[in-house]
């Protein structure tokens, strides 16, 4: 009996090329799967000893403030600034500054336009590990994300 293939659910989460990941950069130690009840599953493929390394992952994305970079200076100011939202329920930028710093400075080439020197772009592969990490599915941007552009 062949093996079975990822289910709908599996790719749609993406457990294939994390898997592929998982097979060239760790030797196939784990392997990802999808449970309804949990979502995105790393589950062990063989035993390891106690305080046996699993596997070792460099940091994926580095970020920090940049006091000198125009763009983030601009970014300080619009949150400092009290902008509410339309219904007036709540502040548009209700995060510290990094927090929206780190999703500029998270977009590739094509997405910043070819006019854009403050930010540098990340690769389209690194992009796509970033967005495996957040799984909520967005109707619209959100307010902060319309003033920023």
């Known amino acids: 009996m062949a093996a079975e293939g990822p289910s709908k659910e599996e790719l749609a989460a993406d457990c294939p090329y ?22 995105r599953i790393l589950q062990s493929c063989r035993s390891f000893r106690q305080g046996e390394v699993i596997f070792r992952e460099p940091p994926l994305h580095i970020v920090a403030e940049q006091p000198h970079n125009p763009a983030f200076e ?16 709540g502040k548009v930028f209700e995060y510290e500054p990094l927090w ?32 495996l990490l957040y799984h909520k599915e967005l109707a619209q941007p959100s307010e902060a994300a319309v003033a920023l552009l």
Do not use: M
């Open 18 to 39: 994390i898997n592929e990941y998982c097979r060239e950069k760790h030797k196939g130690v784990v392997k990802c799967t999808w449970s309804q009840e949990k979502g």
């Open 74 to 89: 601009k970014l300080k100011k619009l949150c400092d600034r009290d902008i509410r939202t339309k219904h007036g329920d």
């Open 100 to 131: 929206y710093w780190t999703a500029l400075c998270s977009l590739k080439p094509f997405q910043l336009g070819p006019a854009e020197t403050c930010l540098k772009p990340i690769a389209e592969d690194q992009q796509r590990k970033l967005l």
